[in-house]
T-cell receptor, first 115, second 118 residues
Framework: AQTVTQSQPEMSVQEAETVTLSCTYD???????LFWYKQPPSRQMILVIR??????QNATENRFSVNFQKAAKSFSLKISDSQLGDAAMYFC????????????FGTGTRLQVTL | GAVVSQHPSRVICKSGTSVKIECRSL??????MFWYRQFPKKSLMLMAT?????????EQGVEKDKFLINHASLTLSTLTVTSAHPEDSSFYIC??????????????FGPGTRLLVL
């Protein structure tokens, strides 16, 4: 079974600074997808970024980028120019390449953004 | 695009009653919908996966007769908590995916339903 590990229960970053959230996973599959979801206090899960395992290029979405290290099974999220609205729980998730596969979530990292 | 709604957003019920939660994909047809449960300050726990027109697949430890899931159309899935008890109080979240939406690999989440059983 796949597992996803987020070793940082809480992180803090100053506004306008950069922060990196860690995520590692364990799988024997070669075809899979990785995601970062954000859950603000409203508890609405919001997709931040996704990465296909077959793509070597790291995904980017505006201020959000990932460092995908397939051999190391690492998938960290970098948030640049942090904003107050970035404060939330961030969940890393793994999905097998098989059709309609479920997501396996990490335990989450709570990000605080300070002035 | 890819908006998922849930109704109701909050519900309070008496112990022993049944509660139905609706999950709708508003702007796409969801071939697969997922139901999660989330305890305070915890991650999401998958309860079941449902495909339109077929029976749901439940995760180990989830009672099928207690958490009834129906996926009658490509835009609607319902979760019914039968004979609810205080321990069923939780935050329930649905998600939806489709091969025609984001490649089918991405799940789009509803805003969640907070259930409180007295």
């Amino acid at each position: 079974a796949q597992t996803v590990t987020q070793s940082q229960p809480e992180m803090s970053v100053q506004e306008a600074e950069t922060v990196t959230l860690s995520c590692t996973y364990d799988t024997s599959e070669s075809d899979y997808y990785l995601f970062w979801y954000k859950q603000p206090p409203s508890r609405q899960m919001i997709l931040v970024i996704r990465q296909e395992a077959y793509k070597q290029q790291n995904a980017t979405e505006n201020r959000f980028s990932v460092n995908f290290q397939k051999a190391a099974k690492s998938f960290s999220l970098k948030i640049s120019d942090s904003q107050l609205g970035d404060a939330a729980m961030y969940f890393c998730a793994y999905r097998s390449g098989e059709d309609a596969s479920k997501l396996t979530f990490g335990t989450g990292t709570r990000l605080q953004v300070t002035l | 695009g890819a908006v998922v709604s849930q109704h109701p957003s909050r519900v309070i019920c008496k112990s022993g009653t049944s509660v139905k939660i609706e999950c709708r994909s508003l702007d796409f047809q969801a071939t697969t919908m997922f139901w999660y449960r989330q305890f305070p300050k915890k991650s999401l726990m998958l309860m079941a996966t449902s495909n339109e027109g077929s029976k749901a697949t439940y995760e180990q430890g989830v009672e099928k007769d207690k958490f009834l899931i129906n996926h009658a159309s490509l835009t609607l899935s319902t979760l019914t908590v039968t004979s609810a008890h205080p321990e069923d109080s939780s935050f329930y979240i649905c998600s939806a995916s489709s091969p025609l939406q984001g490649g089918g690999e991405t799940q789009y989440f509803g805003p969640g339903t907070r259930l409180l059983v007295l």
